[in-house]
């Protein structure tokens, strides 16, 4: 009899899937719904939580009846959308609030008031965070001071991320985070990966609401019968960064990772030291087993893919994403073209809020091709960027291993292994945060006793991209590109 299949619930931001995982890897079926989105004010991005919990649900069990019934499933891992916060009751089990998602601004101002006060240096060094609304913890305190039946609830009051409100639903009333959530709140100290009472009480965030922190691996209960008819075991849970960390079998001090989306998102393997960065990055907690907590340093592009999408949907210059690969080959260079892809302001390592994009160097001569190629190679100069502020940091990326959609471009990728100077890997199936929380969940499961190993089973195959740029050409890109950030 083959070997039972890992089911994973990957909970995005505008979709929840569910994946069914063999033990060797291979994916076996997907069941995808979309979530909505709800925009009441400008900044202000809202999800339903009871919404999310039915969605996941029915994904959940199309996959269960694909592995046959609960019995054939070995074990669940649970990957999320982080920093969203839901508000519930402990009662009832319902959402007290509409869910406050992670892009959601509403908080600046306590943010501001905050950092006027002085307490950023201080919080960083407790959290390894800025202070922005991106984090959860304004946004409890914001749900206390706005939401009625929030401030009403006292102590029925359950707060969490997305994993600990789909945990309280699967097994009926289980209050967990795993940590590499709770380090997105900011209400944890990442050195002692427990709440700080102090950072509870800085954000009027009352302790007795917080989840109980967890490891990445459990076992941390399993769900009731009436989900999916006979219980199954919950083995894996992890924020979907951290997760697409794992799935790219970056284990290892220096293994660096970066996820091309909408945006783009590069963390890199710390081992076990507590990250503090001198240069804007943000310190994370990556994964807490028994014994043993290893960290990373994470940056964030706000614009990556957002950016093909705009040259498609408002500019108009390619009719697909993918067409931007063949415009780039078209052309031998960007024709003297460059692009500061500052649109939605700059974020780190330069965190230029204020920033306008621009496009740079056009003549009669520049064609449509020039200026796509030229908004590709900006990718790369941002990522170039940013592996400066790791090196500076301690931490120089030894190779990167990318994913997301726009790592779906074979151009994309060579010209990253150049500016880089590094070697670009890319696995074959570029769904790494699933594959992540399905490694996680079959070490908890027992399939295999280590993520090394089950690295080594499930990790899919890559194919590698070795920088073949001449040196000259590179300097002058990379001159070109500083010239254009001292003028933004
Ligand atoms: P997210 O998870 O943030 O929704 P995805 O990982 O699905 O994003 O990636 C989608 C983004 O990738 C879109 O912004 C799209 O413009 C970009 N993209 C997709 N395919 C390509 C391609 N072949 N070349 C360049 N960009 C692409």
């Not at 001090?253 to 990055?281: C, N, Y």
């Not at 992540?436 to 690295?455: D, H, K, Y």
């Amino acid at each position: 009899m083959s070997e039972r299949p890992i089911l994973v619930l990957d909970e995005g931001t505008t979709s929840t899937r569910a994946m069914l995982y063999a033990p060797d890897g291979r994916r076996l079926g997907m069941a995808q719904a979309d979530l909505s989105q709800y925009y009441p004010r400008p900044g202000w991005v809202e999800h339903d939580a009871a919404e999310i919990w039915d969605r996941t649900l029915a994904c959940a069990r199309d996959m269960v009846a694909l592995a046959g019934g609960a019995d054939r499933v070995a074990a669940i891992g649970i990957t999320n959308q982080r920093e969203t916060v839901v508000a519930w009751d402990r009662r009832t089990g319902e959402p007290l609030a509409p869910a406050i998602v992670w892009q959601d601004r509403r908080t600046a101002d306590h943010c501001a008031a905050l950092r006027e006060a002085g307490k950023e240096e201080a919080i960083q060094r407790r959290t390894g965070l800025v202070i922005d609304p991106y984090f959860s913890a304004t946004k409890m305190r914001w749900l206390l001071d706005h939401a009625p039946a929030v401030a009403a609830a006292g102590s029925a009051l359950a707060f969490g991320t997305v994993e600990s409100w789909l945990m309280w639903k699967l097994t009926g009333g289980l209050h967990v985070s795993d940590a590499s959530n709770a380090s997105r709140t900011q209400l944890m100290a990442l050195d002692a990966a427990d709440w700080d009472r102090g950072l509870c009480d800085l954000f009027g965030v009352p302790p007795h609401a917080l989840p109980e922190i967890v490891d990445n691996i459990g076992p941390f209960g399993e769900t009731q019968d009436q989900w999916f008819g006979r219980p199954i075991p919950i083995r894996g849970l992890m924020g979907d960064q951290q997760a697409a960390t794992i799935g790219q079998a970056c284990l290892t001090p220096g293994d660096a990772k970066a996820t091309l989306g909408t945006g783009a998102f590069v963390l890199a393997h710390m081992g076990s030291s507590v990250p503090v960065s001198r240069h804007r990055l943000l310190g994370t907690l990556l994964c807490r087993l028994p014994g043993e907590t290893s960290y990373a340093l994470e940056g964030s592009l706000f614009v990556a893919g957002s950016l093909i999408q705009w040259l498609r949907d408002e500019l108009r210059l390619i009719a697909t994403a993918e067409e931007s690969e063949a415009m780039a080959r078209s052309v031998p260079d960007s024709g003297g073209v460059a692009m500061l892809p500052a649109l939605a302001g700059l974020g780190a390592p330069h965190w230029r809020a204020d920033a306008r994009g621009a496009i740079h160097g056009l003549t009669l001569g520049t064609k449509r091709a020039h200026i796509v190629r030229a908004a590709l190679e900006s990718l790369s100069h941002q990522l170039h960027d940013l592996a400066g502020a790791f090196a500076a940091d301690g931490m120089p990326w030894r190779a990167l291993c990318i994913d997301g959609g726009m790592s779906a471009n074979d151009w994309i990728a060579q010209d990253l292994a150049d500016i880089l100077q590094l070697r670009v890997d890319r696995p074959a199936d570029v769904e790494t945060t699933a594959r992540g929380a399905a490694m996680l969940a079959a070490v908890g499961a027992g399939l295999f006793p280590s993520l090394a190993e089950a690295a080594g089973a499930m990790g899919a195959e890559r194919r590698s991209f070795a920088p073949a740029l001449p040196d000259d050409v590179r300097g002058e890109r990379l001159g070109r590109w500083q010239a254009l950030l001292a003028s933004a």
